[in-house]
């Protein structure tokens, strides 16, 4: 069984940072595609981050620059690291892994989501 663990979230301060993990079980991952999507209240999920089996990294406009994303195949964990903070990331991040592009369509598995809640 396919299991896809989040950590890392909670409440922050704007400026901070913050990393996320996704432990993967059930299966190797490692020519997986892993990748973050993030949902505000009210609001469609949305693509965050995408890293392909071999470390090459797609970061979505709207947060390039801030948010980083790396995997360790050893671990089948995938992480992303939010810097400099804002009230808008407020948002349930969710790790998804897929044997296709996370921009196409919709991921193999998906996690539960991790809350991230930015105070100003």
């Known amino acids: 069984q396919v ?8 409440l922050v301060q704007a400026g ?7 432990a993967a079980s059930g299966r190797t991952f490692s020519t997986y595609i892993m990748g973050w999507f993030r949902q505000e209240p009210g609001k469609e999920r949305e693509f965050v981050a995408q890293i392909f089996w071999g470390g ?8 390039k620059g801030r948010f980083t994303i ?35 369509g919709p991921p193999d598995y998906w996690g ?6 930015v105070s100003s």
């Open 3 to 10: 299991q896809l663990v989040e950590s890392g979230g909670g």
């Open 16 to 22: 901070d940072s913050l990393r996320l993990s996704c």
């Open 56 to 63: 090459v990294t797609y970061v979505a406009d709207s947060v």
């Open 70 to 104: 790396s995997r360790d195949n050893t671990k089948n964990t995938v992480y992303l690291r939010i810097d400099s903070l804002k009230p808008e990331d407020t948002a349930v991040y969710c790790c998804a892994v897929s044997s296709k592009s996370l921009t196409i």
């Open 112 to 117: 539960q989501g991790t809350q991230v809640t």
